[in-house]
Nanobody, 123 residues
């Protein structure tokens, strides 16, 4: 069971970036997947989650970030638009399995984590 993120980098304020999370070894359609971020000195926070065919977003990223899946590639994406300097963080994907009834919100609800990818937004 493995999660591997990619696609982070440096982007100017107002720009866009897409990060990817390839999930391997998980039972198809039996997990929720979340995107978290952690800025220096701050707690890890969930920014988006996909589960049971729908998605949810933190207020801070709503209407700017979109989570999507490519089942053929076992990959989940986080498209980030209109990026702001305060979006700068290490971004992690995480899996909660088996599929929960409700969107898992806290770090402790997730069972598997990727290694993280750095996203830096310059002003």
């Amino acid at each position: 069971l493995q999660l591997v993120e990619s696609g982070g980098g440096l982007v100017q304020s107002g720009g866009s970036l897409r990060v990817s999370c390839e999930a391997s070894g998980f039972t198809k359609d039996d997990y929720a997947i979340g995107w978290f971020r952690q800025a220096p000195g701050k707690a890890r926070e969930r920014v988006a989650c996909w589960g049971q065919g729908s998605s949810t977003y933190a207020d801070s990223v709503k209407d700017r970030f979109t989570i999507s899946r490519d089942n053929a590639k076992n990959t989940v994406y986080l498209q980030m638009n209109s990026l702001k300097p305060e979006d700068t963080a290490v971004y992690y994907c995480a899996v909660d399995t088996p599929m929960p009834r409700f969107f898992p919100t806290s770090v402790k609800e997730y069972d598997y984590w990727g290694q993280g990818t750095q996203v830096t937004v310059s002003s």
